[in-house]
């Protein structure tokens, strides 16, 4: 440790750290611009000088380290002077274009330049101008704004792991951009709108739409992908403007992917906003009365057998537990929350959480990635993956198809699962070895065959130990391990998803059960869509109860590691549709079998009484393995694994719905190992 | 960069020849295992002088950027942002004598107006960035090339003309027309940069002038 005096405040930092770092730890506020606390140094912007005792000149506290007994100062006259004349500098070329600027109001520059910057310019010559660049549907450039701090070149080298951005020609030439002007390929390309300091790169979506202080800013939590990015959504009256991530170190650091970032112009389209009744074959609009009505007397005909539920990957926690309770008021065991047919075994929570957890990827020194496209499936958390890469000592294994780039290298182990095997004896060799198994891996028949061999292999390679939990799945949305977290799994002589779609039962509730193929349904099935999204499932339906998006209700997540957080309702649900678990809950009014809670706070006590996850919002239970036991396997059939999301772009209802995410699919494509094929 | 901007062709494609291949070679020994990125200058000079061998214009283009790129296992911006860096590196064809006047100080006081003069009224380009219509000269303004004592130097391709006054610049470029390479060098006979007309200082050395 160093002891370093900031203004005559003595604090302690860790040796290595750079004076700026020292500063923040005294409290004191350093204008920057190039520096970010989660990218190298680059120090170019030349923002965070301070004075240093018995150092000739300013020094640029980002990149100069502590020393024992230091002595700096950060509000000196001549620190106050050099902040003004870097200033004046950088605004030589910075366009005075603020009133039709979309980072106005929420600009870096804007604000240090009011707060450390003086109030004018001695510059009378001309100012240069930039070309702008194309570099995607998703960002716009305004590339004369830039102030070349370079952090969305250092972002897209070392974070995302896709080199693309860079700075070409120099002096007053030099210019940020991709040189051979092209789409950036990053499925975390939004983040350059957060870290850039200027408004050089702002959202496409969003561009002239909005003000932010215009805006309400409801935190709330990423559905669209399993990792459960905190999310603060921006609305302005009815509609959703922009959704940017929030600060979670234990989740998405201050990172969000794509989808989860750009899909919400899907909240607008194809929206259910009222129910359906099918008459005479047509789906005709109707009120809750009679939807509910057709729905009571469909069910009162049939058996509690013949009746059952499917909960898909955006149905929340609460209406997932009202709809399991209704269901066994009706006196059914059919119920499961795997429309996707994914063989996930639920005797045990570590069977099927992310058990390492996200932040204890740091720790690991081994993967092994099974039939999953972490960089597509879970941007932010394979972001994660790459950091931990990026710091050496780490060997990664996949199996898959070949050509999937993860932005890190990675020894091709094989295509299925007979050759997991083959990266064992480096497991072995590691002390904390992962195992990554995706849940598109146990989408296939033999599905509890990869799920058992993936743990034996786990078992094994000393995956499995009391401090270390090396074992994970990974899901693929937001409301998929709420369900199995509730048991929303076939009770005793229940039938599964695969069985009720087959002829199983006769009436099929389906809350956002969007993950098969509606014509697999058997004909005759009555089906209960409950869904916000006019999708393929909903036109399959007898009767559509409207339902609320996930930034619509206030409604309990559960990620990929079993981590329970709470979205927020930031606008109302469009025309008739309600918060769902209220739906489920009216319902069984209606049919006299009235679940047993009414509001926001008895269905959460009862969410906490069915499982612990509930009751420890925000946090995740990680730990070793204690029983290493595993999951019962079935019959193995081999075979390559298939990704389960062909189009990065387009995964579900919302995205499916979304204008700027039908141009990226347009202009990116299937991914690449797919088109291969 | 030039003030003007004309559009040119890219090759759709760049393969190191077996010159270039030799070469090569001889390079990336030089690095480290794992280091070979070090080599992006070299190999960017083995694009440049390729394209001049197989075209007659020395100059560097994307897919030339591409091949060292993908040689040296580097992600192509990264050679991008070196190939623009320097303008010793021609991102644009040039004529099939690329004129590189330099302008700083002590060339400037000793004339490079001159040198400057010539190669427009003789060399068929007005500006520097100029291409002349008959494709064979290409005049760029340099800074300082480290020759000063010999002031004003004209740089053509990689040969220095030095102690050039407008007259011999003139003859230089008719020279260059003609197809003819003059030896490089001081152009009034100094040797090197010894002074004009012979030593003039210790003369008197014993064996100095035998």
């Known amino acids: 440790m160093a002891k370093v005096t900031v203004d005559g405040i003595e604090v302690d930092v860790p040796n290595g750290s750079s004076v700026l770092q020292a500063c923040e730890a005294a409290g004191k506020e350093i204008p920057r611009f190039c520096y970010h606390d989660r990218l190298s140094v680059a120090g170019n912007c030349r923002m965070c000088l301070v004075e240093v005792e018995k150092a000739p000149k300013p020094v640029a506290s980002c990149a100069y380290p502590v020393n024992d007994g230091m002595k700096v100062f950060t509000d000196s006259a001549v ?47 001309a100012k240069r101008a930039v070309k702008d660049k194309d570099i995607g549907p998703l960002i716009k450039t305004v590339m004369t704004r830039c102030i070349q701090c370079t952090r969305c070149v250092r972002f897209s080298a070392e974070v995302a792991g896709t080199p693309e951005m860079g700075g070409t020609n120099r002096g007053e030439n030099l210019e940020i951009g991709t040189y051979v002007e092209k789409a950036l390929t990053s499925e975390l390309s939004g983040n350059l709108i957060d870290i850039c300091p200027v408004g050089a790169l702002t959202s496409r979506p969003y561009a002239f739409v909005s003000r932010p202080w215009e805006l309400s800013k409801t935190d709330s939590i990423d559905v669209l992908d399993a990792v459960g990015c905190n999310i603060r959504v921006d609305a302005r009256g009815p509609e959703v403007l922009r959704i940017i991530p929030r600060v979670n170190e234990a989740v998405n650091e201050e990172w969000m992917a794509d989808r989860g970032r750009f899909s919400f112009d899907g909240l607008k389209r194809r929206r259910l906003d009222r129910p359906w009744v099918k008459k005479d074959g047509k789906l005709a609009p109707a009120t809750w009365p009679e939807a509910f009505a057709a729905i009571a007397t469909k069910l009162s005909s049939l058996p509690g057998d013949r009746i059952g539920a499917i909960a898909g990957g955006l149905a929340d926690a609460e209406s997932t537990l009202a709809l399991k ?139 499995l130990k009391e401090d270390w939990h090396g074992f994970n799945l990974l899901h693929l949305f937001g409301g998929q391990v709420g369900g199995l977290e509730l048991g929303f799994v076939p009770g005793q002589g229940g039938k599964d998803a695969a069985a009720m779609v087959a002829g199983g039962v006769d009436a099929l509730w389906l809350l956002n059960a969007d993950g098969f193929d509606p014509a ?37 997540w559960v990620n990929t590691e079993g981590r329970a957080q709470r979205g927020r309702l930031a606008i109302f649900p469009p025309g008739e549709a309600k918060e769902d678990w209220r739906i489920i809950r009216a319902f069984s009014e209606g049919v006299d079998k009235t679940l047993p809670y009414n509001d926001l706070h008895a269905i959460r006590a009862r969410l906490a009484s069915v499982s612990p996850v509930f009751g420890r919002v925000g946090e995740v239970a990680r730990g070793g393995c204690a029983d290493m036991a ?22 579900d209802v919302v995205s499916r719905a979304s204008d700027v995410m039908a141009q990226c699919a347009a202009i990116y494509g299937p991914a690449p190992a797919l088109a291969a094929e | ?39 992006v200058i070299p190999l960017l000079y083995v694009v440049q002088k390729q394209m001049k061998r197989q075209t007659d214009s020395g100059w560097v283009p994307r897919v030339g950027m591409d091949a060292v790129a993908e040689r040296l296992e580097m992600p192509p911006i990264r050679v991008y942002e070196v190939a623009t860096f320097y303008f010793m590196f021609n991102t644009k064809p040039v004529g099939k004598y690329h004129l590189q006047v330099c302008g700083t100080t002590p060339c400037w006081l000793r004339g490079s107006d001159e040198v400057l003069r ?52 003139v003859k230089l470029l008719e020279a260059l027309r003609r197809g003819e390479r003059p030896a490089p060098g001081s152009s009034i006979g100094r040797l090197n940069s010894a002074p004009e007309g012979g030593p003039l200082v210790l003369t008197d050395v014993p064996g100095a002038g035998e």
């Open chain 1, 79 to 125: 620190v106050r002077q050099a902040r003004r004349n870097v200033m004046e500098f950088l605004l030589i070329n910075h366009p005075l274009d603020c009133p039709i600027c979309d980072q106005g109001g929420e600009c870096d520059l804007q604000d240090q330049a009011y707060a450390f910057g003086s109030d004018g310019s001695r510059y009378k010559e």
């Open chain 1, 325 to 463: 309770d209704l269901m066994a008021a009706y006196g059914s065991a059919n119920i499961d929350c795997r429309d996707d047919f994914a063989a996930i075994d639920t005797s045990r929570p570590d069977f099927y959480r992310f058990n390492t957890t996200i932040a204890g990827i740091d720790e690991a020194d081994a993967v092994l990635i099974i039939g999953s496209d972490v960089r597509r499936e879970a941007p932010v958390l394979n972001a994660r993956i790459r950091k931990r890469w990026s710091l050496g000592k780490f060997r990664v294994g996949f199996v898959g198809p070949r050509g999937v780039d993860l932005t890190y290298p990675a020894t091709y182990v094989g295509d299925g699962p007979d050759a997991i095997q083959g990266f064992a004896e480096t497991l072995k060799a590691a002390e904390k070895p992962m195992i990554i198994l995706g849940r598109g891996a146990l989408q296939r028949a033999d599905g509890a065959a990869v799920l058992a061999a993936a743990w034996a292999l786990a078992n094994d390679v000393g995956a």
């Open chain 1, 520 to 556: 697999r349904i058997a004909a005759g099935t009555f089906v209960i869509y409950q869904g916000h999204h006019g999708d393929a499932m909903a036109g399959r339906a007898d009767v559509i109860l409207p339902g609320a998006a996930y930034t619509e209700k206030d409604a309990t």
């Open chain 1, 630 to 651: 595993g999951p019962a396997a079935g019959a193995a059939t081999g075979g390559a694994f298939v990704l389960p999301l062909p189009v990065y772009h387009q995964a």
């Open chain 2, 1 to 39: 960069m030039s003030k003007h901007h004309h559009h040119h062709e890219e090759p759709v494609s760049f393969a190191f020849d077996a010159e270039s291949e030799a070469q090569i070679a001889t390079i990336l020994k030089r690095y480290p295992e794992g280091k070979q990125a070090s080599a």
């Open chain 2, 118 to 169: 010539a190669c427009q009224d003789h060399a068929g380009v007005k500006h520097y960035g100029e291409t002349s219509e008959d494709g064979m000269f290409t005049m760029t303004e340099v800074e300082c090339l480290g020759a000063c004592v010999n002031a004003p130097i004209l740089q053509v391709d990689d040969d220095f003309y030095e102690d050039l006054d407008y007259d011999r610049t």
